[in-house]
């Protein structure tokens, strides 16, 4: 059976374009499109659809709003369509806060060959949208104040060795943005330093690290390429770039890379995962979670086998059970443990390596 999609977008060119998009894939079936939430509510109680997109600005009731009662009252998969803009990228994470699944970022110019070029992408996010585990989400989500949950979380846990010997690196894709963000609220102030991949693209990117830099204890920031990896300091990769980690002399440094795209993912976690594994070795403690498709994987491999730790996601708490189950069937991930466990697992495994010098 197809999966069944109700557009939901003010914009009647928007509506077309991806009526035209949907329409070509033989694996989604367009049931629908409505220019408010208003029209939207009634649809989704005729249709039932799989899968709804979701315009952040609309007439009558803004889609934020819409989208905070619908996972209320009737949770289902959301891809949020989202402005490629500063106040776009805060709405857009807002939006995942409150439970959309993923989200597609319309183009500024040429919104006609731009909304064509991202087909595919579009195509593949339903499709993972259709698979994800969705739950209501209370009506008014909380917020974090900055290092409140850090300081608060697991106060008996013990405290990493500080040093720059060790490196954490996380991977995630659909459903990532708030996972990785579950498990930066664990981590103190002086946690070894972090290396992210997360599936998003660019102008993206940015605004998710400055978000966690404000809800987190540690100082988040977009790589830039050059930077030593120090504790304390996560670094986002770019959304057009693969982050890599190098050896050079005592420490770690980050290098961007413009190679293409692997697994249809740039930034991917594979290139990442792999470096730090021969780089670091042993001092490699790695976290691959939430994700449709096979990234990461084969690099979390090559993490265990040069002694590094490594965890997968559980299913229960994947939004989709997609990367971290290749990890698990090809013999990659040394545990597997749900989310609220993964920060604990790894700051325990940090001071288990111990300080002293890098092997």
Same mark, same amino acid.
């Given at each position: ?114 909304? &064509? ?80 991949? &997360? ?6 990117? #940015? ?56 697994? #249809? ?95």
């Amino acid at each position: 059976m197809p999966i069944k999609v109700l557009v939901v977008d003010d914009s009647a060119l928007i509506r077309a374009l991806l009526k035209e998009i949907i329409q070509a894939d033989p694996e989604l079936e367009l049931i629908g499109v409505a220019p408010d939430a208003y029209v939207a509510r009634d649809l989704i109680k005729q249709l039932n659809p799989d899968v709804l997109t979701l315009d952040v600005e609309m007439p009558r009731m803004d889609g934020l709003t819409f989208l905070e009662k619908l996972m209320h009252g009737h949770p289902m998969p959301v891809v949020m369509i989202s402005s490629l803009t500063e106040r776009g990228s805060e709405a857009t994470f807002r939006a995942l806060e409150l439970g959309a699944v993923d989200f597609v970022a319309k183009p500024k110019l040429g919104i006609r060959e731009g909304m &064509q070029a991202y087909a595919e992408e579009i195509c593949y996010k339903l499709k993972a949208a259709s698979m994800s585990r969705v739950s209501a989400r209370p009506a008014i989500a909380m917020k974090s104040v900055p290092g409140q949950a850090a300081e608060s979380s697991s106060p008996g846990l013990p405290r990493p060795i500080i040093g720059t010997e060790k490196i954490i690196a996380i991977g995630a894709s659909t459903g990532g943005t708030e996972a990785i963000k579950d498990v930066l609220l664990g981590m103190p102030a002086d946690s070894p330093g972090i290396v992210i991949t &997360q599936h998003m693209p660019p102008g993206f990117t #940015r605004s998710f690290a400055e978000r966690l830099n404000r809800l987190t204890r540690l100082t988040v920031s977009e790589a830039q390429g050059g930077e030593r990896i120090l504790p304390g300091h996560a670094f986002i990769a770019p959304g057009d770039q693969h982050l890599l980690v190098e050896r050079s002399g005592a420490n770690y440094v980050i290098r961007l890379s413009d190679a293409p795209a692997v697994r #249809r993912h740039k930034p991917a976690v594979d290139p990442m995962f792999s470096s730090v594994a021969q780089c670091a070795g042993r001092n490699v403690i790695a976290a691959l979670l939430t994700g449709m498709g096979k990234d990461g994987a084969q690099g979390m491999l090559a993490i265990r086998q040069a002694g590094g730790y490594t965890v997968a996601q559980d299913e229960a708490t994947c939004v989709v059970y997609g990367m971290p189950r290749e990890a698990v069937s090809i013999g990659a991930a040394e545990e597997v443990l749900p989310l609220n466990e993964v920060a604990t697992a790894l700051l325990q495994q940090a001071r288990k390596r111990g300080g002293g010098n890098r092997v």
